[in-house]
């Protein structure tokens, strides 16, 4: 998650959650490697289930997850775009962007412990519209919220520099 670009015209996120994709991919071929290696030893049946699962749900995962997601805020056309693009195909939707009222940090809390992601609420009517589709821990949720809400103001982000840098 991080600020690409920001100007007095546009603010544009973009995250690309590439960690989890290059995990997916190498968990699927060490079952793949496994898989291969039981049926060379003549364990047909324990092979090809090893490789149905073993590779079929980091894929799977893959596929469900992993999404690059672009929100464009756009004072020239007076647009908010959110664009995500997966494996699954592109997604796109456009909200007007006097309805933003503010963007938030939304939390879950489960027995593992506690993660966030950026909103944008909207008004006439109310909606949130989240960044990503999934939560994370750390701050990037934040910063991302902070950085929305300081272009929205007009501020220059130079005052919170450390928190959303700005592509040059």
Do not use: C
């Not at 546009?10 to 995990?23: A, C, H, M, T």
Request: hydrophobic residues 45%.
């Amino acid at each position: 998650m991080k600020v690409i670009l920001w100007s007095d015209r546009q603010l544009i996120l973009e995250d690309k959650p590439w960690l989890i994709g290059i995990l997916m991919i190498a968990m699927a071929l060490m079952f793949l490697g496994g898989s291969m290696a039981l049926i060379s030893a003549g364990e047909f049946f324990g092979g090809l289930m090893m490789g149905l699962i073993g590779v079929g749900v980091p894929l799977l995962i893959a596929a469900l997850m992993v999404q690059r997601v672009r929100l464009v805020l756009d004072r020239d056309t007076g647009t908010i775009s959110r664009t995500s693009r997966s494996i699954r195909g592109l997604n796109h939707a456009t909200y007007a962007l006097d309805r933003l009222t503010e963007a938030r940090v939304g939390v879950s809390t489960d027995s593992d412990g506690t993660t966030y992601r950026m909103e944008l609420h909207l008004s006439e009517p109310a909606e949130i519209v989240p960044f990503t589709s999934y939560y994370t821990s750390g701050r990037k949720p934040e910063q991302m919220s902070v950085a929305v809400n300081d272009w929205r103001m007009g501020r220059n982000g130079q005052t919170h520099a450390a928190q959303h840098p700005r592509a040059s």
